[in-house]
């Protein structure tokens, strides 16, 4: 008999302890569905919106050094990346068709001369009777003809003796040289010189900024090149019109590069403001990248103790903080600790 209740003793309390042991796991199971978080409260405030873009440099005024008509190259007196001053000789060509041009010109005074003696003559037998109206007419023609084909010669040999010796129109850096002493010139420039006091960026801004932005308008410029070292510019023409690929419009940017260190296809990063405005910002923290895609996100807590899985589009990075553009109203909690056990809806104990 005693045997028999030190049995029933024993399961009664094996499961007594078993029922123990189940309300303890429940209970645990209870405090895993409601994760501990942490939250804050956020509030929009005014917000210094800038533009940032990215450009490479261009010459201010580029000009391509060629001949009129087709000819030897004799000499070629720069070589790409020299600086050249306006007027500076450049190019010289082969003079060979100069003397041909000369005696044409020649030929052509000598005519005129000629028939100015011929219709002085005509004029002055006219005068006493002895020749007629029709024949004086008919040499002032020639005269006219004559003067006409000296002052075409005169063109021609001025022609021939600017292209034979090639100058810079412009001061600048020699950026581009496609020949060589001893060729023929064909379709392409000689040389390309290109003016760099001033140089300047062509940006792209989208429909939204083009009220923003206008003519005048100081510029913060930076290049890869020169560090942190800022170059101040000015927005110096705004494009009237879209860019139907791009949807944008062109925005020029201009530079002094009085010292010349700012050159040609630089890559330049562009810093315009664009005014201010209101929006909320959160501390960095509390922003969730969804893995795999470039989403964002918030967890919002709402006042019946679950969270929100807000989708958030990112302004500008502000310390340890972001701009929100959208996805957060002002005044709204959001979880800044505890993200990597949440989902949308599920029910969270805030910490204290």
């Known amino acids: 008999m005693n045997k028999i209740f030190l049995t029933s003793a024993a399961f009664a309390l094996l499961l007594l302890g078993a029922c123990s042991g189940s309300d303890k796991e429940n209970s645990e199971t209870q405090k895993e569905a409601a994760p501990v978080v942490k939250t804050m409260q956020v509030n929009d405030r005014e917000v210094n919106q800038i533009g940032n873009y990215t450009a490479t440099v261009e010459p201010e005024l580029i000009n391509n050094i060629s001949s009129s008509a087709p000819n030897r190259i004799k000499q070629i007196l720069v070589d790409e990346g020299m600086r050249v001053s306006a007027g ?12 041909s041009y000369q005696l044409q010109l020649d030929n052509a005074k000598a005519n005129l001369k000629n028939i100015e003696v011929d219709y002085n003559r005509a004029l002055e037998l006219f005068k006493i009777g002895g020749g007629t109206k029709q024949q004086v007419d008919q040499m002032e023609t020639q ?8 002052a075409s010669a005169q063109r021609a040999l001025r022609n021939i003796t600017e292209n034979t010796v090639l100058t810079s129109p412009i001061s600048g850096v020699v950026t581009v040289r496609n020949y060589d002493p001893g060729d023929m010139t ?3 420039p000689i040389l390309t010189v290109a003016r760099t006091q001033p140089v300047k960026i062509v ?16 510029a913060i410029v930076t290049f890869d090149t020169y560090g942190d070292e800022i170059f101040n510019g000015t927005v110096t023409l705004v494009s009237p019109t879209i860019d139907q690929a791009s949807r944008t419009f062109g925005v020029e940017v201009t530079l002094p590069n009085s010292d010349n260190r700012i050159l040609p296809g630089m890559f ?3 810093e315009l403001s664009l005014g201010t405005a209101r929006r909320v910002v959160v501390p960095d923290k509390a922003v969730v990248k969804q893995t795999g895609s470039g989403n964002h996100y918030v967890y ?10 807000n989708k958030v589009e990112l302004g500008q990075r502000l310390g340890d903080s972001y701009e929100l553009i959208s996805g957060v109203e002002p005044g709204a909690t959001v979880v800044v600790s505890g993200q990597s056990r949440l989902a949308n809806g599920m029910k969270v104990t805030v910490s204290k």
Do not use: C, F, H
């Open 300 to 309: 919002v807590y709402n006042p019946d103790g679950t969270v929100s899985y």
């Open 88 to 99: 500076q000789k450049l190019v010289v060509m082969d003079d060979v068709n100069t003397t």
């Open 203 to 218: 940006i792209n801004i989208s429909e939204s900024e083009l009220s923003k932005v206008r003519r005048e308008m100081p």
């Open 186 to 188: 064909g379709s392409l």
């Open 143 to 150: 005269l006219i003809n004559a003067k006409n084909a000296v």
């Open 268 to 270: 330049g990063r562009v």
